[in-house]
């Protein structure tokens, strides 16, 4: 049985198609990227897996239980946590703040044992030694680590990954790069949503391509990026590792 698995999700926003009979399955450990032109449709994608849009047709399943109804904060709780394009933190708290309100709220962790999960959140992504900083006074790096160790602190099993490298230079990429290996080698199914096409290359398995809200592409990683459905949608005609900088 799949972890996650999309069985014809669609939404409309009016008369604006958005997902389009979204079909697609994730196992333990895989790891898949997602790209495709602004307005493709997949940040909304990834507000019907959270939860935080909900669909008007088909179904979204966690080890074979559809969680179309299921509130955000109990998808959370079921497995299933999220970063955000640009990072939400609460910035008048600290670092160590921040992630235990993730531990204490998006999982099932009590008492000491919260404390215990946000701290190993922060070890897993490098932000140990800034645990006392004001979330407020983070570099966009360390911004990006913490939504990201925030989305760790609820333990996912299923991780989406929002243009967590965006804005990143290409040390910090490499970073953050290494450090979501990591989570795939754990076991932890991830799906990134990335502009910064090498980061996926050096991550990912699988890939798929959305446009109008379908999914037009879905495969081994250079073979989708060639594609003739990506050269059309995606780059009008270039492919987008003739487009990468050399």
Same mark, same amino acid.
């Given at each position: 049985?799949?972890?996650?698995?999309?069985?014809?999700?669609?939404?409309?926003?009016?008369?604006?198609?958005?997902?389009?009979?979204?079909?697609?399955?994730?196992?333990?450990?895989?790891?898949?990227?997602?790209?495709? $032109?602004?307005? *493709?449709?997949?940040? /909304?994608?990834?507000?019907?897996?959270? #939860?935080?849009?909900?669909?008007? *047709?088909?179904?979204?399943?966690?080890?074979?239980?559809?969680?179309?109804?299921?509130?955000?904060?109990?998808?959370? @709780?079921?497995?299933?946590?999220?970063?955000?394009?640009?990072?939400?933190?609460?910035?008048?708290? /600290?670092?160590?703040?921040?992630?235990?309100? #993730? *531990?204490?709220?998006?999982?099932?962790?009590?008492?000491?044992?919260?404390?215990?999960?946000?701290?190993?959140?922060?070890?897993? /992504?490098?932000?140990?030694?800034?645990?006392?900083?004001?979330?407020?006074?983070?570099?966009? +790096?360390?911004?990006?680590?913490?939504?990201?160790?925030?989305?760790?602190?609820?333990?996912?099993? &299923?991780?989406?990954?929002?243009?967590?490298?965006?804005? +990143?230079?290409?040390?910090? &990429?490499?970073?953050? /790069?290494?450090?979501? @290996?990591?989570?795939?080698?754990?076991?932890?199914?991830?799906?990134?949503?990335?502009?910064?096409?090498?980061?996926?290359?050096?991550?990912?398995?699988?890939?798929?391509?959305?446009?109008?809200?379908?999914?037009?592409?879905? #495969?081994? $990683?250079?073979?989708?990026?060639?594609?003739? *459905?990506?050269?059309?949608?995606?780059?009008?005609?270039?492919?987008? +590792?003739?487009?990468?900088?050399?």
């Amino acid at each position: 049985m799949p972890l996650l698995q999309l069985e014809g999700v669609s939404r409309r926003f009016g008369q604006v198609v958005v997902a389009d009979e979204i079909s697609f399955q994730l196992d333990k450990g895989d790891a898949v990227g997602m790209i495709g $032109p602004n307005g *493709a449709g997949k940040t /909304t994608l990834f507000a019907m897996i959270s #939860g935080d849009v909900r669909p008007n *047709a088909g179904r979204i399943l966690l080890d074979g239980d559809d969680v179309v109804k299921m509130a955000p904060s109990k998808r959370a @709780r079921a497995g299933i946590g999220r970063t955000y394009q640009v990072p939400r933190p609460f910035e008048h708290m /600290t670092v160590f703040e921040n992630v235990l309100v #993730g *531990a204490q709220q998006g999982s099932r962790a009590r008492g000491q044992r919260s404390y215990v999960v946000a701290y190993e959140s922060l070890e897993r /992504t490098g932000l140990t030694s800034y645990s006392n900083r004001s979330a407020g006074s983070l570099s966009l +790096l360390h911004r990006k680590r913490l939504e990201l160790a925030r989305a760790l602190s609820v333990g996912p099993r &299923v991780l989406l990954l929002d243009e967590i490298a965006g804005g +990143l230079t290409d040390l910090e &990429v490499n970073e953050l /790069t290494n450090i979501i @290996r990591q989570l795939k080698v754990e076991g932890i199914a991830v799906v990134w949503i990335e502009h910064v096409v090498r980061a996926l290359l050096s991550t990912v398995d699988r890939l798929l391509c959305l446009a109008g809200g379908a999914i037009v592409a879905d #495969g081994e $990683p250079k073979s989708v990026l060639a594609s003739e *459905a990506v050269r059309s949608v995606y780059l009008g005609g270039k492919t987008i +590792l003739e487009a990468m900088p050399q």
